[in-house]
Structure formats: structure tokens, C-alpha cells
């Protein structure tokens, strides 16, 4: 177990610069920021463990949603502090950013530095998972959590970088009621191939559309579905 | 780039008739004061009134009663909001009287009265640009432009706000690019309502620089008839001149450091 940090500007710099020398030698060992003047303690003080192990991106955001509401520790008050994303992002590199034939894979550097910028926010593994878990409610993750930690699928990509849309969960859960598989615990298949009629993409126009009509906000999530045009009648099934 | 289209004959509520106002004073909660006046609307009676206010990912609406008889709610608070500094605010009314709610006039993009003068519609961001200074990219709320500069020159916080150099040297480049990118990479289809947020702030910015200069008629290079990229370019320069010219003490300042060196 160990107490939970906030990297200090020293510390973020430090880490982007490594991912940076880690993308040109993948097999750089992770670089030591455990020294005092990389960080701050968080407050209130707050343990972790450094070995747990995450089946997926909801087992990650559960954790630590778990561990901030124990804490009385609401959503708003750490949704922003985007370098204690960035610093468990460091904490748990070895799972983001796992070794695999003596080299680790940086993909794009958004995924471990939490920027300000909600253009790519959504795209922090850490943060969007807690973001996405603590704003829409643990049964309207799914499409977006049930993958590993370190996987950043297409429906996060679509829908969870528009903030029009991930902030209403009626539509999500639209959305999950079209695409989600209940038996299998994975999106049906094709839901995000741009071929497939009243695939995901089809679905964010279509609710574009809508939303210039009628109250979406207040509107339930099958009153949603029976607006939907002909093409998505195969996914309500 | 987000557009908005009016197929569906909804009517823009005008904004003298709303007023929005932050209120964090009580005791660390922070709440908003909200006056609606639709006495003399012609909407339907009975429609009902929404306010939500929204930035980023968060979300919350308050209920205002109906047209005939706007009822302020007792709860305006917006603790549970984690984003309230640029708070943005959409008034709907809705015919509910059909099976889904019917959206019969709208306005948003309200801000709060408070946020209307200090709103800052240049973010800056400190990162690692390796050997570049700085640099403008339009990555921030729909495709906005921030300022990037980089992190690794020593104390480039501190110049930032406080060394006339910099500003004198960088920030009317910096205007003129968000200018350019903002009427040629980007289009303005309506300069009286444009469709993106960060378009308009700078056009109001512009309007308040050159308040008794006349727009040109049209911003949108797409628009063969009354887009002039002559007349275009001429404004833009005259913002720049006006800009520099607002920004006497910052010329006094950076002269007097020159003469003393």
C-alpha cells in the first residue's frame, strides 16, 4: 500500500520527457520519481496498492471510485487535478504501459498525461475511466470500460469525446441498449463499422438530429430508441 | 467544426430578457441567481421552462415553471458541477403537450453577467515544444485555439505575465494567426450568429476593439458574392493596429527596458 500523490510540475515534466526518450528506446527502464520533489501528498491522506491488478478499465474506475466515496471525497473535487492522473498513471505504469518482449509501447502521450484540454481528456486512460464511471453510473459503462486498462476503444473515442453526448446518460443508455451484448459482456459485433447500417457513427448524427426537435434531456432512453429511423431496428433486438 | 441548422422552426429566444448571474459567496456553496422574463412572449402558456447549465462534461437542469407562470427553484446550487468557472447556460422551452417534448424556442451559450467581461478566450498551456518557443494550436473547446508555449524555458510563467518583451513580440502575431485560421482554415457561415463558440468570442472581440468600424459583410471564404479577402485582410490589420494600440503600457514598459539595457 502506499499514499496516493499528485505529481508537481517537476514530476509531470519529468515523466512526459521519459515517455518521450521511451518512444525513440522502448526498452528505457521506467525512470525513478519516487524522490520528494516530483510530487505532493494528496489531502486527505489517502492509501493505495501498487499491486493490484486490473481485469479492465470498470475494475480500475470502481477502485478508485471506491476509494474516493470512502473517503467522502466527491466526483468534482478531483475530476480536475489532472496530475494525480498523471501520477497514478506513473503509479501503475507497469499495467498502462506493460513490458511485452523487453519493450513497452508508448502510444499516444494524451493516454498518460492528463492534459487540460477536454479535447483529449477523454483520452487519459485513468481519468476517462473514472470520469466515465463516477459521471454516467456503474451500469452505463459498459461500452466503454469492459476492455484492459491500457485499451482505448472506438466508443470512447466517438462518443465520450463529445460532451454533449457523454453528458446525458439517456443517450448512453441508448446507445448501450443498441450495441451492448448482455450475454456475452461485449459490444455485438460491427456496432462500430462504418459499413454497417445504424452503426455507431450513424447514431451520433442521428442524435445530432434530434436533439434540434425535441427535449433529449428530458426524454427516457426508449423514448429515444423509438425516434431512431428504420436502420437501427436490427440493433434493438 | 459544429454547426447548427434550424430545419425544424424553433425560435431564438433574445437575450435581454435573461439574466444569469454566479453566486459563491454562502458559505463556499456556490448557487446561481436566474431571472426569466417571458411576459411578453407568444409562446404556448402552458410550455414548460428549462435552465441547464453545462460545461465540459457536467450537466444540471433546473425547472422554471411554465411560460405563464415562471417559478424560480429553490435549489440553484451547482456544487455538484465540476467545472464552474466558464459555466455555460441553454434556456429551452418545451410543448410538452405531444408525446415527446417539442423544443418550441431555445437560447444558449448564456454566460453568467459576471463571467461576460473576464471571460479569457485565449487559454494558455505550458508544455514541451523542444526547440519551438511557442506556438498556437486549435485543440481547445471546439477546435478554440491556445496558446502553447514551452515549458522548458526557465521561469516562462513569470515572463509570461509580467515581461512586456514577450508580449510585445508574440501576442499580436498571435491574434492575427487565430484571425486568419479563424476566417480561412475555418468558416464563418453567420457573422451576426456564429456557429461556434470560440468564433464569436473573437468576433465580439474584434467589435469591441473597433467599435465604430463596420464588419466586413461577410467572413465566409466560401461565400463568392460578399466575402472580399481584401477587405478581410485590411480589418484584420486594423484589429492588430488597434490591439497594439491598446496596449500603450505594455510599449512604454518594453522601450524603457530596451533604452536601459
Redesign the interface.
Known sequence: MEQLKIFN?VGE?AF??FL?ELKINPSLDLIDLNDSQYWVDFKPALVIEKNKIFSSRFDLAEYLDNIFKNAGI???EV??NNRLWTWLTYFWFDQICPIVNGERKVLQIAKYIC??????YYRHFIASSY?IYS?LGKSNTFLFLYQSINVHNDFIEQLASR?EI???SNLIQAAQTLYWNDLINKPKPAATDRKKQGNLRRLIRIFGQIE????I???KPE?ILN?LPKEFNGWKD | MKRRFNYTGRNKLTMDKIKISLNDSDKGKKSINAKIDLSDSKYPEDARVFLDAYHKTERKRFDFGTVSEIKVPYDLTIDELAFTDNLMFRIVIVDESSKNGLIVAHADRIRTDDNLDKKPILPVSFENLNYQAWKIEFKGDSNGPILCINNQIPNIEYIVKNDPMFFIYIFHTVVKEIFLHMIFVDVVEDLEDPSTDWHADWIDFAKKLLPNEALPKSLNHHDENEFDKETVLNWIDKIIEEFCNSKLNEWQEFKSKLENK
Not at chain 1, 492534459?115 to 483529449?120: E, I, L, M, N, S
Not at chain 1, 434540434?212 to 427535449?215: E, I, S
Open positions: 510540475q515534466t512526459h520527457n518521450n466527491k466526483r468534482n475530476i480536475g492534459g487540460q484540454d477536454f479535447r483529449t470520469n459521471l460532451q457523454i453528458s446525458q434540434l426537435t425535441y427535449d434531456f428530458s426524454m423514448e425516434l
